[in-house]
């Protein structure tokens, strides 16, 4: 269970070409471990490992690896082991393969299918993308309502084989709309005389084959269940959708949700895997629109200049003070981000959510305030750096830092519902977007308090 | 399926006291419709509801509520009643209500359990906190390796409806040692007179009780199963964790990350659900700690004052250099942290990383250094602001913000790392964070610049 400790001895071993150890040692592996063996393997080792498994691991150990290990293995291989393996994947699998290859290599590939396989291939990719039916596999067992136990167990060691799942078999009425599911734990522990129709409760959860694939995570989550079938428009059963699918699919929205609160567009693969170019250009966008808002500070402080040349104090404190709000804002933002995207509550609790956000920008402006106030009393005795009007300044900054966290937190709590509300993604508030927003507003929060306590004095 | 929709007329029906209609509605529901209508329920409803559910449901309903409500009805339920649904609740999903209940509530419902399921609890409820133990149910199928296919199909039927799967079938030796697994799969798939030996294979995952959860989501990740087999330190096995329960471990260390990501210190509970004393305990800490770096700036500010005395003008661009700068290092780190841990890459990996955060900040400084300078040309062609020196001003800001934002990338990427190194919690290193880093270093290089290009001119 140790593959990454013993990667640099195989790495040894390809080197001196000692390959009947190697497959001595590969050979007693689980084929997770094999996998993510090669997955750590420099691209031009990866083949060889994978030429030396032992034949009846091959398919599944394929499967088991990721798509870009896959995509480099089929670029090393013949015509004929590359028809033998993507004919064995599950057809779900080389869906999501044949999502990720470019097209031309896709269309090679499903000429290297058989014709059945390929018909089947062909209809998934039809689905369109982001949809239920690109994560589905045709491949089940359903039963009728007046089969015998005896005969479902019967069936499923017949045709069982190829199923993506044996954890769930589907009742299906004659004409083969999807009338009952039933778990193969009821299955099991029914005598073998006893009748399908005995086990029904025609309760049954399903998913539609163009259903967004963020319901079926939401379906998936609700009904605690590890398989679910997939029904046409009509009710027909056309396939199944496994959890393991489902997993991908969820982890790939909760990395959408924080590259956004970081202010970065969704990757479409993983950071290492991305082009600098794309790199760039995911981050590139949001930091113009940001710089451009932020140019808003520019002018806010050229509108207070004649403020500044004055107290050239003033200016000292602006970056405490609007980084503060910044702050209380990414905070906010990141905990309603993540409880809208866990359905911890929606924007009907908008006013619950604001009261607590007023009440918590409240008391931690204050604790802030405090601290900030203390610092320049502190400073004051020691150096007396701040004037006769230290106390002035202590003020300013007290209640500018209630403010500006004030407003923070309720403009980063406020703005992921607003955007939730109006159908936009929410993760799109990120904390950079909020910090700008508070960045502009906190400066006018800042001198507008410097005007109240300062005026006829530094002012 | 549409629990929500129908919620008004539910809380119709209970106001009206019809519960004959309201019986009946919910008799046709399924189980996991029926717990998201109790949670969407004003807390004194639910258990009106609850005692209405065709008693055969109950125990399977109150498995699928979440644990607050869970928690609510057991509070309003009669000793009888509290009694009889906790010894039926599987012993995993006990554990977990039981860690979320106060001390005393745990210690009268232990005396309500009988004496064999006491047992249970207070065996797991031994385990650490956040180890594999807490996830576990003794509850599953073990087999001998000289038995037949049939011989397991009749221990499973007589045996199996206690266990937490049947998915999965353990095979151990006379001492009760774990020496394989073998999938519901392949025992179907299997002729009836077929002996367990010949399945078996040898190879088999599993988790040690005394494990980190976290560890339990990685191997569940990497053998994409269902379940896996406990074992204590000398080998034998002691229970089985499922899926269910990693889900939503890997679903809780999300929260902490993104929490952690916005400057939050992880919440034991949701967003709702948390006190107001709890939330600003948990935001008040890294917000002091962050106001107290912030507070440097000042300090650097007060080194240049004399400059910004000079030449106000510079103050003006203060607030955009610095948020620039920390709006690149929230990229990054959002970047870099969700990439450790989905495991893409490791702390190895810094060289690579670094080259191409480097490159990365170059070209998006550049880009943003470029709009800085010709915001700066358009506005003095059309009033001539920024005086004589305007192109020097210009290429002020373009170095700046060049610089900040290479900093921004260079310290966002490799503070994640070096926590991960250290073996710290990498989404430490939160926006916030830094932002604030580069808060106070930004402002080091905008004077350096300014002093570079503006001396002799306006310095």
């Given at each position: ?13 390809i ?31 990866q083949?060889?490992?994978?030429r030396?498994?032992?034949k ?8 088991f ?46 000429l ?13 990719l039809?689905y ?15 039963v ?8 479902v ?5 017949k ?6 799942t ?18 193969i734990?009821?299955?099991l522990l ?18 539609n ?8 995570v ?8 590890y ?17 393991d699918?489902?997993?991908?699919v969820?982890?790939?929205e909760?990395t ?8 970065v567009?969704?990757l479409?693969?993983?950071y ?13 966008g ?15 402080m ?14 000292l404190?602006?970056?405490l ?7 209380s ?34 008391i931690?402006g ?9 610092r ?21 900054i007290?209640?500018s830092?209630i ?25 799109t ?12 507003t906190?400066?006018?929060i ?14």
């Open positions: 269970m140790s593959g990454k400790l013993l990667l640099p001895e195989i790495i040894e071993l080197d001196m070409k000692d390959f009947k150890a190697l497959k001595e040692i590969i050979s007693e592996w689980h084929p997770a471990d094999l996998a993510e063996l090669i997955s750590d393997l420099p691209e031009s080792q083949f060889i490992v994978f030396f498994l032992p009846n691991l091959t398919s599944t150990v394929f499967d690896l990721e798509i870009e290990s896959q995509k480099n293995i089929l670029l090393s291989m013949g015509k004929k082991e590359v028809a033998s393996i993507i004919n064995e994947l599950s057809p779900d699998d080389r869906t999501s393969l044949f999502e990720e290859l470019p097209h031309h290599m896709v269309k090679n590939m499903m290297l299918l058989n014709k059945e396989e390929r018909e089947i291939a062909r209809t998934l039809g369109p993308e982001d949809s239920v039916g690109r994560l589905m596999s045709p491949e089940y067992v359903s009728k309502e007046e089969m015998t136990i005896e005969e167990l019967e069936k499923i060691r045709y069982g084989s190829d199923s993506e044996l954890g769930v078999i589907y009742v299906i009425d004659d004409d083969g709309k999807l009338i009952d599911d039933i778990t734990r009821e299955i029914s005598s073998p005389k006893k009748k399908v129709s005995k086990l029904m409760d025609h309760k049954f959860a399903f998913l084959a163009t259903d967004d694939q963020e319901i079926a939401e379906s998936f989550k609700k009904y605690e269940c398989a679910l079938p997939v029904i046409d428009n009509d009710g027909f059963l056309i396939g199944i959708v496994t959890i699918d489902i997993l991908y969820a982890e790939e909760t959408e949700d924080i590259h956004k609160i970081g202010g567009e969704a479409d693969d993983s290492l895997n991305t082009s600098l170019f794309e790199l760039v250009k995911k981050r590139a949001w930091l113009v629109i940001l710089l451009l808002g932020e140019m808003l500070t520019a002018s806010v050229a509108f207070y200049e004649h403020e500044i040349a004055k107290a050239v104090i003033l200016a404190f602006v970056p003070i609007i980084s503060s709000g910044g702050n804002g990414s905070q906010a933002t990141s905990l309603i981000i993540r409880g809208l995207a866990l359905k911890e509550f929606s924007f009907h609790d908008w006013w619950k959510i604001m009261k607590r956000e007023l009440v918590s920008g409240f931690l204050l604790i802030l305030g405090i601290v900030g106030f203390a320049i009393a502190i400073w004051q005795s020691f150096s007396g750096i701040y004037g006769p009007y230290w106390m002035s300044i202590g003020f300013v007290m209640f830092l403010g500006v966290i004030m407003w923070g937190t309720l403009s980063g709590s406020m703005l992921p519902l607003l955007l939730k509300r109006l159908n936009f993604d929410p993760a508030s990120s904390a950079p977007f909020v910090a700008t927003l508070v960045d502009v906190g400066l006018i800042y001198f507008t308090f410097a005007h109240m306590f300062l005026s006829g004095k530094l002012l």
